[in-house]
T-cell receptor
Framework: QQPVQSPQAVILREGEDAVINCSSS?????VHWYRQKHGEAPVFLMI?????EQKGHDKISASFNEKKQQSSLYLTASQLSYSGTYFC???????????FGSGTQLTVLP | DAGVIQSPRHEVTEMGQEVTLRCKPI?????LFWYRQTMMRGLELLIY????????DSGMPEDRFSAKMPNASFSTLKIQPSEPRDSAVYFC???????????FGSGTRLTVV
């Protein structure tokens, strides 16, 4: 079953912050986050394993709440280069292959 | 490292024709995935190989689709016969371990007319 992402789209000004959420009805083993620019392939950002960890990557960080089966991606002080579609991918149970959400389109304006 | 290499980048074919998409994963990566992306359905997993063995092919739409991985450095996805509804971008991805981050290839944009 596909994880649910919200919001579907968000428009920001440079320097503003954004949060993208991903939730699943299944018990999650891991959550991945990817960014895809128009006409390109998805690019891996980070992976979070069950245990409620939080990770950071420059000004992009994420959290994983295992109990709620939710993950959030935090983009702080957004840059123009952050524009793209963000996908969460989830793995459940013993399966390791990912099921992707429908994506959140992020647009950063100057 | 050249990354995951897919060919062709674009393919236009007529309905009923056979189409073969190719993928070379990153050397040392044991897991290979085929995904299809469309506006309507997003990124869908078609099939997943681990150590060249198909583990999950539940996403393969129907018997018209088949995938093989004869060795660790090559995989094919074949559609026979192709139909207009197969038009999509097909991505191959690989990872060093099933639970690791995926590296996607550039994709093959398939158009069936």
């Amino acid at each position: 079953q596909q994880p649910v992402q919200s919001p579907q789209a968000v428009i920001l000004r440079e320097g503003e912050d954004a949060v993208i959420n991903c939730s699943s009805s299944k018990a999650l083993y891991s959550v991945h986050w990817y960014r895809q620019k128009h006409g390109e392939a998805p690019v891996f950002l980070m992976i979070l394993l069950k245990g409620g960890e939080q990770k950071g990557h420059d000004k992009i960080s994420a959290s994983f709440n295992e109990k709620k089966q939710q993950s959030s991606l935090y983009l702080t002080a957004s840059q123009l280069s952050y524009s793209g579609t963000y996908f969460c991918g989830t793995a459940s149970g013993s399966a390791r292959q990912l099921t992707f959400g429908s994506g959140t389109q992020l647009t950063v304006l100057p | 490292d050249a990354g995951v290499i897919q060919s062709p980048r674009h393919e236009v074919t007529e309905m009923g024709q056979e189409v073969t998409l190719r993928c070379k994963p990153i050397s040392g990566h044991n897991s290979l995935f085929w995904y299809r992306q469309t506006m309507m359905r997003g990124l869908e997993l078609l099939i997943y190989f681990n150590n060249n063995v198909p583990i999950d092919d539940s996403g393969m739409p129907e018997d018209r689709f088949s995938a093989k991985m004869p060795n660790a450095s090559f995989s094919t996805l074949k559609i026979q016969p192709s139909e207009p509804r197969d038009s999509a971008v097909y991505f191959c991805a690989s990872s060093s371990h099933p639970g690791d981050g995926y590296t996607f290839g550039s994709g093959t944009r398939l158009t069936v007319v």
